[in-house]
């Protein structure tokens, strides 16, 4: 495989993750049911950002080339397990 192919992959996977982002982060509710909650959404925000760290550690190690998708692989399953024990409920 040439070295077209694998950039064009590359595309592809960040179009797919940010597609998968924007259509879980719009919002279904009407503007006046959102009035008030910003404390709730602080709360969320904070629940999530280590995932949302790690998907980006993972893509950032596999797109520049610093680690093998092998070495990726067992660094997001380490940090995976770590984030569910110490934000898991």
Known sequence: MNRRHRA???RRILLAVLWS???SS???ARPHDLSGQHAGRWASLIRI???LLLI???LVLLLH??????EVGALGALLAGVIGAVFGG
């Open 26 to 28: 719009s919002a279904q």
């Open 8 to 10: 064009g992959d590359h």
């Open 21 to 23: 982002i924007s259509g």
């Open 56 to 58: 980006l550690l993972v």
């Open 65 to 70: 080339r610093i680690a093998t998708p092998t």
């Open 49 to 51: 950002w280590p995932s």
